[in-house]
């Protein structure tokens, strides 16, 4: 993978790392903060214990991601950064269709963008442009 594509796998990391936070030891503060105008604020207490398995499921994303990133083998690094950027942007757009439109942004946007230019590389190498 070229150095563009690992810095928006680092972008997509980033975000996610700050969702895990957010959603697993920050849910009565930055939880509300974010999302406040969804959720009634006396929603939040009950709410935790739910927040912190979907921060689990945001860390199982980076961890994949973090993961690509390490592998030696150029195939099995893209193949699986694929894999776990795909099931980032196939979550940003339920969410964003679900829950609020900004997901779509913050979430859908930065992993499509990294798979675009996975593509992209891909197709100069099979096509040799």
Request: charged fraction near 10%; glycine fraction near 8%; include cysteine.
């Amino acid at each position: 993978m070229d150095i563009l594509a690992k810095i928006f796998i680092g972008i997509v990391i980033a975000i996610h790392l700050y969702i895990v936070y957010m959603e697993m030891f920050a849910w009565n503060s930055l939880g509300r903060k974010t999302f406040g105008k969804l959720i009634p604020k006396e929603v939040f207490p009950y709410t935790k214990k739910l927040a912190n398995n979907q921060g689990l499921y945001n860390f199982f994303l980076a961890a994949g991601l973090i993961w690509s990133l390490l592998i030696q083998d150029p195939i099995w690094q893209k193949n699986i950064a694929i894999f776990f950027l795909s099931c980032v942007v196939l979550a940003g757009l339920y969410g964003g269709i679900t829950v609020h439109k900004k997901i779509f942004t913050f979430q859908l946007v930065p992993a499509g963008v990294a798979l675009l230019i996975i593509y992209i590389n891909e197709s100069h190498v099979v096509f040799g442009n």
